[in-house]
């Protein structure tokens, strides 16, 4: 195995995006304990989140609101409907929309779920003040990256 390192190669620890990766990786391992207790995955709980804060909402806006395609968030809300936590009607006067409406075991569980947000800021180990200024920081850059996305050179080998 060749161990020998290349002057100017790019090491992983000197990567942001690797520690953004790893953080958001961490986060979710944080949270499926906590989750499991409710019966459902990360992804499922951001779906249910979503629905508490306002429901009917279409496919639609729940894809734009959680920034998932719709071959992404299709299967969560079939599988969300199988456990009974949801309900996806087409709409009579659209057939082609479908509005996913939590059922009332789905609107039950929000009473079960408002402890997860407080636990998860006691596993963080940051205080409120270092939790703002990291969510602006992750605003900040998500915003300047969406704006460039289609700016980036490509890479030539």
């Given amino acids: 195995m060749n161990t020998s390192h290349r002057t100017g190669a790019v090491k992983l620890n000197d990567l942001l995006c690797f520690d953004v990766y790893s953080a958001a990786r961490a986060i979710t391992r944080a949270y ?89 800021v006691s596993l963080m180990g940051i205080s409120a003040d270092e939790g703002r200024r990291l969510r602006a920081l992750l605003g900040k850059l998500t915003a300047s990256l969406d704006d460039h996305a289609d700016d980036a050179p490509a890479l030539t080998a």
């Avoid at 959680?66 to 009579?92: I, Y």
């Fill in 32 to 120: 499926r304990p906590l989750l499991a207790t409710l019966g459902l995955t990360y992804p499922q709980y951001l779906v249910m989140v979503a629905l508490w804060e306002s429901a009917p909402r279409t496919v639609k806006e729940l894809g734009e609101s959680l920034e998932l395609d719709s071959g992404t968030l299709s299967p969560l809300l079939k599988r969300l409907q199988a456990s009974g936590l949801v309900t996806r009607q087409r709409r009579l006067d659209d057939e082609r929309t479908v509005e996913v409406t939590p059922t009332a075991r789905g609107r039950a569980m929000s009473r079960a779920a408002e402890r997860v947000p407080t636990e998860m």
